[in-house]
């Protein structure tokens, strides 16, 4: 459950920047937001792996 509280955070994080980038047309915001939605990528694979694994064991 800690690795998805760690992706709903990186999501919550991100929102920020994604209204700046959005809205605002602000390009350096949209640089993170990209950094944040890779990090979201590599987190959720975390998660499925996770996920199998616990699924498997049982």
């Known amino acids: 459950m800690k690795k998805f509280q760690e992706l709903k955070a990186i999501i919550a994080n991100a929102e920020s920047d994604a209204v700046k980038f959005y809205e605002k047309g602000n390009k350096a915001a949209g640089r993170r937001l990209r ?7 590599r987190t959720a694979q975390n998660v499925r792996i996770a996920v199998t694994a616990n699924k498997n064991a049982n």
């Open 35 to 41: 950094a944040a939605m890779q990090q979201v990528k």
